[in-house]
């Protein structure tokens, strides 16, 4: 799970002229075929790959560490620091083979003790880790059964486990630098990439591993920069300041695809935005009036205007390259005059106010939904607020909610396990009502809440697909949320640089990349 909540304490570099100097000052750089330049918008949140769930530090730490599973470039999954696997037919004991001979950066064996210390730090609550609490909710016990096996066993059938290794929190971790305290600034993994400089609030240069176990890195150094600056990003790639630009802004899409200087990277839609409603709070605590707001909504128009057509208007509460989400599902239409008689029956023929609580990125959204929805006579409030105000607001209680007079919030979601369990869960599950979890409305539902426990803990995938598929239904029936729109991950690079791909949800894979 990548968690796009849009909680963003990104760390921005201030002022587009600033960011363009600093790009200036680098230009010797993007033109050194040994080395690819890499512009994210923010900052990396932590060195520590299990302290932190974002996607663009995600990217960036990967080079450097690795899990015992991965992805290929086809998203299938790959044996990396384990050579093989085997589950037993409970689905809750997984062994692996580990892979001999590996080091970590600092020159510490990669072994079964280390494998066991990077799992042992996720189950320890007391060191509460960002990422930690996805694997202590399945792990119930990590250890040796061999010089080179290990064994995982989990508290209940886990389908998604397996991919679950794979995400970038899951990354095996070097225990000396984790017992010195110096993981959170300073990177240390197995990966085919090292830490070379990590200068914060300006970059970080990756170094190629010459120790490293297989195939060696193709080039001498990775360096990512970032900034928040739109125009910047597509100057940078424009210039050649940048190798590489990601997420590309929606605008900029079509003329780079245009560009015999650039290539356009595109990857299938994982994450969905999303009004979440508060269905405690009047008047949305009637479905009629849940269900009216989405059929004022006009969706097509939202990817027209924000996406600039590089996305799909959101028909289910899963996106498209999830396992479970089912194409099927129709979701809503825009019609204002259904809209319109479902208030009438509500006892709102004269309209309605709620009031939608955003941060800056997302108050675009509330201001074109503020124009829709009041053709159906809804008043839309838009609540700007920073960051932690924000936070505060999205994952009260329902009676801190109640207090403050909120609605609905604006946000979204993305899964790095690409698995219906941990986008479906999350948001919709009465037990994840904020602020333990995700689901920001306080939707509940007992019927879901058996389907999606069905299906989280089922190891026949065409069950879990069935499962999943009556789930969505429900929760479109439900009108738990707007669904508004799956934005397709973009980015951009130059025409010379080969071997970099997308990974759904946004990361950049810079592993192979090449530069002419």
Sequence with gaps: MTLMIDRRGALALGGSLGVLALLRGRGAFAADASQIVILQSEAPRSMDPADQTATYTSALLEPMYEGLTGYNDKMELVPVLATKWEGDATGTVWTFTLRQ???????????????????????????????????????????????????????????AFLKLMAV????????????????????????????????????VLEEANADYWGEKAPTKTLKWIWTQE?????????????????????????????????????????????????????????????QALNLATDRAGLVSNLLYGFGLPATSPLSPAVFG????????????????????????????????????????????????????????????MESGVWTAAAFGTPEEKAAQGVHAVIASWSTGTFDADLQLKPLYHTDSWSPKSANLGFYSNTELDG???????????????????????????????????????????????????????????PERATKA
């Excluded at 010195?180 to 993994?189: D, H, I, M, S």
């Excluded at 560009?259 to 009004?275: D, H, I, K, R």
């Excluded at 709102?348 to 124009?371: F, K, R």
Aim: hydrophobic letters at 45%; charged letters at 20%.
């Design 101 to 159: 001979g590996v080091k970590f950066h600092d020159g510490e064996p990669c072994n079964a003790d280390a494998v066991i210390a990077s799992f042992a730090r996720h189950m320890d609550e007391k060191r509460g880790l960002a990422a930690s609490g996805r694997f202590r909710a399945i792990l119930a016990e990590v250890k040796a059964t061999g010089a080179e096996t290990i064994r995982f066993t989990l508290k209940r059938p886990y389908p």
């Design 168 to 203: 970038a929190s899951a990354s095996i971790v070097s225990p000396k630098a984790d017992k010195a305290g110096t993981l959170g600034r300073a990177a240390v993994g197995t990966g085919p990439y090292r830490l070379a400089e990590y200068k914060s609030g300006e970059y």
């Design 230 to 290: 739109a125009a910047v990003m597509n100057m940078a790639v424009q210039t050649g300041d940048a190798d590489v630009v990601v997420p590309l802004p929606p605008v900029f899409a079509a003329p780079i695809k245009a560009n015999p200087e650039l290539t356009l990277l595109q990857g299938n839609p994982t994450s969905v935005f999303w009004v979440s409603l508060n269905v405690k709070l009047a008047p949305l605590d009637d479905v009629r009036v849940r």
């Design 325 to 384: 989400y089912d194409p099927t599902v129709e979701g809503y239409g825009l019609d204002v005059a259904k809209a319109k008689a479902l208030l009438a029956e509500a006892g709102h023929s004269d309209g309605i106010t709620i009031n939608v609580a955003v941060q800056e990125p997302e108050a675009n959204i509330a201001e074109i939904l503020q124009g829709m929805w009041a053709q159906a006579g809804i008043t839309l409030n838009i609540q700007r």
């Design 451 to 509: 389907l999606l426990d069905k299906a989280g803990s089922s190891t026949d995938d065409s069950e879990r697909k069935t499962l999943y598929a009556k789930a969505q239904r429900l929760i479109v029936q439900d009108a738990a949320h707007v669904l508004l729109y799956y934005p397709n991950d973009l980015a951009a690079a130059r025409a010379e640089v080969k071997g970099v791909w997308l990974q759904p949800g946004g990361a950049i894979v």
